[in-house]
C-alpha cells in the first residue's frame, strides 16, 4: 500500500498555483518559483518511493530477485523502476506527480483525496522486462505501456466508508504549447471531410475518453 503523505509544505515553496472555475469544470495552473535542484529531488523521494513499493517488491519476486540493496547481489541491474527505458520512466513520473497533486491540493473537487495504492505492479510487460532482464543484463528494450487508469483515489468519510472516488490520467510532453495541448485533449488532426483543403482534431482526446470512461475504475 501507499503510505506515504503528500508533502505540502515543500509542493508549496517549488510551485505557484493558479486555479480557476468555468461551470463544472476546473483547471489549475502550477508554475514554478523557486529551483527544483536537490532540495524538490530529496523533498519528493520518500513520496515516490511509497508510490512504487509495492510494484518493486511484486516485480521483484517474480523475477526471483533479493530486494536486498547490495549492489553485487543477482538481476541487480534490473531493479525497478531504475532499470526502465528513459520514456517508461517518464511515464511513471508523472502519473506519481499527479496522483501527488490530488491528494496535496484542496482545488480538486473540495475534497480529501487519497491514494491508497498505485497501479504499477499491473504494467504486465515492465513484469516480463524485469524476468528477462535480471537473467540477460543485454535484453534490454523499450516497454509498452500499462493498460487501465494511471491512479485511483478516494474519499473515506468518518465511518471509514468509501463515498467518491477519482481515476486520474497523466500525459507527459517535453514540450508544452498550444498546439500539443490541442492534440492531447481534442485527438490528432485528420481533414475536414467538408473541405480536404482544411483540418480538424479528431476528437479521440482526453475529453473523449474521460466522457466515455466507466463509473468504476479500470485498474
Known sequence: MHTEGPPKALIKYWLQEYPSKVGRYGHILLEQKNPG???VCEGLRSYF???????????????NMSLHPDAGAPGCNAKYPNCLPAITRR??????????????????????????????????????????????????????????????GIVIDDEGKVTRFIAGEAKWRKTWN???????????????????????????GVWFEINRSLKVPMV
Open 49 to 63: 518511493e511509497s508510490a512504487h513499493t509495492d510494484a518493486r517488491s511484486h516485480f521483484h519476486s517474480f523475477a
Open 91 to 152: 511515464g511513471l513520473f508523472g502519473e506519481v506527480m499527479s496522483g501527488m497533486m490530488t491528494e496535496a491540493l484542496e482545488f480538486i473537487g473540495e475534497h480529501e483525496w487519497i491514494v491508497p495504492i498505485f497501479l504499477f505492479r499491473n504494467q504486465e510487460d515492465v513484469r516480463q522486462y524485469i524476468y528477462t532482464l535480471s537473467r540477460d543484463p543485454s535484453r534490454t528494450r523499450e516497454v509498452y505501456g500499462r493498460k487501465g487508469d494511471d491512479f485511483i
Open 178 to 204: 498550444d498546439s500539443t495541448l490541442d492534440r492531447v485533449m481534442l485527438g490528432d488532426k485528420i481533414k475536414d471531410p467538408k473541405d480536404p483543403t482544411k483540418s480538424l482534431h479528431n476528437g479521440k
Open 37 to 39: 535542484g536537490e532540495t
